[in-house]
C-alpha cells in the first residue's frame, strides 16, 4: 500500500474528489497486466539500446494518457498548480500503480514538492525474476514523466535512491513548478 502523509512538514493535503467508481473505470481503461514480450523481440531484432528506447517511450505515453484521463475525470483542465500537480500524483500511484502491488510512501516536504519512495516494485521483481539485465532505466521515472507531460507542469524529479543499484528502495524527490 501507499501512504500519503506530510511527514511532519504543517501543509494539508488537498483532497481531490475520485469516486471510488471513477477510479476503477480508470484501472479498467489502462489494464495493469501489459504483454512487453515485444521488449524482448526488439531487443533481439535490434539490440537492447533500442529496446530500452522504445520501452521507455512506451511508459512515457502510457503515463501521458493515463494522466489525462485521470485529469478529465476530476474536472481538471488547465495546468493544475503546483500544489495540486502534487497531490495528482498521489493519486495517480493510488489508482494506477497500487493495484498492481507496489507499496511505498508519499511524503509531502513542502506545497509544491514530495518525496516518493517505493518499497515493493513488481517491475523491478519481474525483470529481476526474467533476468532481464538490458533493461537499463526505470520505467517509473519516464511513466511520471508522462503524468508531468499531461499535466503541463515543469518537475524536478530528481531520483536519490535505487534499488537495483543497492539501495533500500527506490526514492525520487520531486519539486512542482507551473510550465
Known sequence: MFTVSS?????SRVPLPLLPQTAD??????PLDQDDSW???VAHD????EANRDYLA???QRGRA????LMTALGIKNPPS???AAELVALGYEVFMLPRGFQGSIDRLTDDSIRISVTVCPVFERFEQNNWKGITACSSSHHRQGWYDAMGVEAD???VGEEKWGDASCVCEVTFSRS
Not at 511527514?7 to 501543509?11: F, I, K, L
Open 58 to 60: 512506451w511508459h512515457r
Open 66 to 69: 493515463e494522466m489525462a484521463a
Open 39 to 41: 521488449v524482448l523481440a
Open 157 to 159: 524529479d530528481s531520483v
Open 7 to 11: 511527514e511532519g512538514v504543517a501543509v
Open 46 to 49: 535490434r539490440g537492447w539500446a
Open 25 to 30: 473505470k480508470l484501472r479498467q481503461a489502462f
Open 82 to 84: 503546483p500544489r495540486i
